[in-house]
């Protein structure tokens, strides 16, 4: 048994966050106990959403007139409970009522800055107005009001934040509460001692999205959920109750553990029961800890561990799940419980076969991932979340890495659900007290995660691995060592765009290589042939969806054989990390194009060209090659589109993606010959451009499997709308994704068309952001009107809280396209348990 007095601890952080001022030990008893969701909560704990009702103004990061006044002196923080705008009283009438979560750089203008640097900084951002140069609209404030009922007192009131972009400093009742200053790890407060029972309360957030961390459009403000947790002053510790699973044979064997926080003045008694069960809701075991003190003001350890005969293994294929109902009680009164979603399952990179699930060999064919979405930036609903993940499985992808930052909840749970495996990274690679503490956070909080197969501890540090290589293996090798006494199941990686001879490569289990496959894997398997290696970041082609022409007028990349100095194609890369044995196989840079980087082009590109599928997630030609090599399904893609007026008589390049045998093209009927498809590669021809049809038909020997057309089409005539659900939820949070499609007038789409367009949206059901894909469109991500790109727009809908129908509405703007409407049914829904 592990026993610490609070007394012992340093204090919370005040004007800096708590992890990083708190030592290893006690970062237990600093967070008090937060599950994800709602529904994990068991009984007398409430996790409450904090989501809606909040009120939001800009600030400024330079004038303190503009700011509330704050830091007009040097003395705000003086004395306790002087912020005024954290007082009831105060006039917030001026200020935007909104709901969480929010990213307010998504709604800022694009700015051209050429200033001498300027440029190239908000380039990398996607050209929004934020940092220093930029104060005033690089600090925002978040206020509301809540009720506190009077039987609270004496339970533990505590604020968590998922993730808020990025010097957060939080105010309640006049106090201040602490200081936040990542962007991406999550955060609390306990506010037991500075609410008002009985009475109204009221909090103000300032952010200021000032500096970043990273060298990509982060967002600004606070952009993942936020909960207000409710739990007894005997609980378990915020992410201690862990799961590890071991097979042996048909038997599971599990090691639970868990801490229990006592925040009471005496030492009590305590229990921790667990009740296992599998997805059906089967209890397939129960078992108790031995009962134990934990001391006044302290904390202890309890485990025990249950066998599980003939699992359910959890795998991209088979993605079981099980729970873990883990309570606390003393005296025979439950006192506290949460749910813990695990999965069991061994993963292991090995130097010869690659990786191994479940002792089989998996080959990784993954993406890496930003976390922007079109219309919404940084702000994700969770059902977009799931979105996102769809389109990748339908390509065949089975693994993402989370780049280059610890991941939203929403994303871990969707990968748990759907089988997708993931490299799960965290930003900042140093061994100082802010960076293990974000390590440390984001380990503990998805360490029961089965989706997690490796934890990367960095991205291309560069000065880590060369000039400074001996302390980079210093910090890596504390940086591994604690992720290994956090979590002894996984192993530990780092992406590396170098050699791995040296520097931080020598502390990791796993070589992780960022592209030149051409210089360094194949030679160093063959130095280090016990190391296993994955490719870590590997590809960064570039096309542009709908494109075949590169123009860098008009900032262009074909969909042919588009890719970064340093990258390859997919065909080049996966030719080489999907053949060799001892590869585990390896993340393409990207799967969803991302704001921000806008590589190969500066301004007007405002996003990347990098991903697989644009911003909407709307499918460039790339995609097909791997679902053609990804899945075992036949599969067969035609391109490109077949509206070339004014080329007639020219070579036009055809290609076709398929894993069939062979190919047969046509020309309005006429066979331009067959072609056999070579493994892992593509079949192409030369056509003289003719208006009318090519056709593409794939065969298995002598047998047409596959056939596809593209036609040459007239002027857009008409609309269609189309949906990614028929009905959603009135929780006030799920979304559905609308596709916008142009048609000429005898139903042919229409790959080329631009029209401008206008939306409406009625009944239960609100716009909340719009995106075409086009990476050089400027137009704003919240107004109901879009371009067209290349035939395609994209709109997204939020239901309201109330069931009924949403009416959905697009037009051309000067009224020469039929319009389109389309209808989604809000169901009633158990809404998630909300401060409202």
Not at 404 to 418: I, K, L, Q, T, Y
């Amino acid at each position: 048994m592990v026993q610490i007095t609070r007394r012992d601890l340093v204090a919370t952080g005040v004007a800096l966050s708590a992890p990083a001022l708190l030592g290893r030990q006690a970062l237990a008893a600093a967070n008090a106990s937060m599950p994800a969701a709602a529904e994990n909560a068991i009984a007398p704990r409430e996790q409450l959403l904090f989501d809606v009702g909040w009120k939001f103004t800009f600030g400024h990061g330079s004038d303190p007139a503009k700011d509330l006044g704050f830091g007009m002196g040097q003395g705000d923080f003086a004395k306790t409970g002087e912020f005024s705008f954290a007082k009831l009283g105060f006039d917030d009438s001026a200020w935007r009522p909104l709901d969480l979560p929010h990213d307010w750089a998504v709604e800022l203008p694009f700015v051209k800055d050429d200033t001498a640097k300027g440029d190239s900084q908000l380039r990398s951002h996607g050209y929004k107005p934020l940092g220093r140069r930029y104060p005033e609209t690089s600090v925002g404030w978040y206020r509301r009001e809540f009720d506190i009922a009077a039987a609270e007192l004496g339970r533990r009131i505590v604020i968590a934040f998922d993730g808020a972009f990025r010097d957060v400093l939080v105010f309640v009742n006049g106090c201040f509460i602490g200081r936040n200053t990542n962007g991406y790890a999550p955060f609390q407060f306990d506010l037991s001692d500075f609410l008002v029972y009985g009475g109204k309360n009221v909090i103000a957030i300032r952010v200021d999205a000032s500096f970043g961390d990273g060298w990509f459009y982060e967002g600004a403000g606070i952009y993942r959920h936020v909960w207000l947790t409710k739990s007894d002053a005997v609980h378990l510790g915020r992410w201690e109750s862990v799961v590890r699973s071991t097979l042996n044979g048909d038997t599971a064997s599990l090691a639970l553990t868990a801490i229990v926080e006592n925040r009471e003045a005496v030492a009590t008694r305590a229990k921790v029961t667990w009740v296992i069960r599998d997805a059906a809701g089967t209890t397939v075991a129960t078992v108790q800890s031995p009962e134990q003190d934990v001391p006044a003001d302290g904390l202890a350890e309890f485990s025990a561990s249950a066998p599980v005969p003939h699992p359910l293994l959890w795998s991209p294929q088979t993605p079981n799940l099980y729970t873990a109902a883990v309570t606390v009680s003393t005296g025979g009164k439950q006192r506290d419980g949460e749910i813990v979603s695990f999965g069991i399952r061994t993963a292991e990179f090995d130097a010869n076969k690659g990786f191994l699930l479940n002792g089989e060999v998996v080959k990784i064919q993954g993406t890496c991932n930003h976390q922007d979405h079109a219309g919404v930036g940084a702000a994700l609903p969770d059902a977009l979340q799931n979105f996102r993940l769809s389109v990748l499985r339908e390509m065949g992808c089975n693994a993402v890495r989370t780049s280059h930052n610890m991941p939203a909840p929403e994303w871990v749970e969707a990968c748990d659900h759907s089988g997708v495996m993931m490299m799960c990274e965290t930003r900042l690679m140093n061994s100082n007290p802010e960076g293990m503490a974000q390590l440390e956070a984001m380990i503990k909080r998805y360490r029961n995660a089965p989706s997690i197969i490796i934890w990367s501890i960095g991205n291309e540090e560069w000065l880590l691995q060369d000039k400074m290589a001996e302390q980079g293996e210093k910090i890596a090798a504390t940086m591994v060592r604690r992720c290994h006494e956090l979590d002894p199941t996984r192993q530990v990686t780092t992406a590396v765009n170098g050699d791995n001879e040296k520097g931080v490569s020598e502390a990791v289990d796993v070589i992780g290589f960022n592209y030149n496959e051409e210089k360094w894997p194949d030679k160093f398997h063959a130095s280090h042939p016990k190391r296993p290696v994955v490719g870590s970041e590997t590809s960064s082609a570039l096309s542009t969806r709908g494109e075949y022409i590169t123009d860098p007028k008009r900032n262009t990349v074909n969909s042919y054989d588009g890719a970064a100095d340093w990258g390859k194609t997919p065909e080049a890369w996966w030719n080489f990390y999907g053949t060799r044995d001892w590869l585990a196989g390896g993340f393409a840079w990207t799967g969803f194009d991302y704001r921000g980087e806008p590589t190969p082009y500066g301004w007007p590109s405002i996003s990347s060209q990098f991903g697989i599928v644009d911003m909407c997630g709307f499918p460039k030609d790339y995609f097909y090659y791997y679902k053609a090599w990804w899945r075992k399904e036949p599969s067969l893609h035609l391109f490109p589109h077949w509206n070339w007026q004014g080329k007639e008589g020219q070579d036009v390049a055809v290609w076709v993606y398929t894993n069939l045998e062979s190919v047969e093209l046509f020309l309005n009927g006429r066979s331009l010959g067959r072609q056999n498809v070579p493994h892992l590669g593509h079949v192409q021809w030369k056509v003289a451009y003719q208006p009318g049809v090519i056709e593409a038909r794939g065969y298995k020997g002598d047998t047409i499997v596959l056939v596809e057309k593209r036609e040459t089409s007239g002027g857009a005539a008409r609309l269609r709308l189309s949906t990614d659900r028929k009905e959603i939820n009135a929780d006030g949070e799920d979304v559905v994704l609308v596709r916008v499609e142009a048609f000429d007038s005898h139903g042919r789409p229409v790959p080329t068309a631009g029209n401008k367009l206008a939306f409406r949206v009625s009944g239960s059901g609100r716009l909340i952001g719009v995106g075409n894909g086009d990476p050089n469109c400027l137009e704003s991500d919240k107004d109901p009107r879009r371009s067209l790109f290349n035939g395609l727009a994209q709109i997204i809908v939020q239901a309201t809280n109330q069931p009924g129908i949403i009416h959905i509405a697009a037009a051309s703007e000067d009224g020469t396209l039929t319009p389109a409407a389309i209808s989604v049914r809000v169901k009633p829904a158990k809404r998630r348990l909300a401060v409202r």
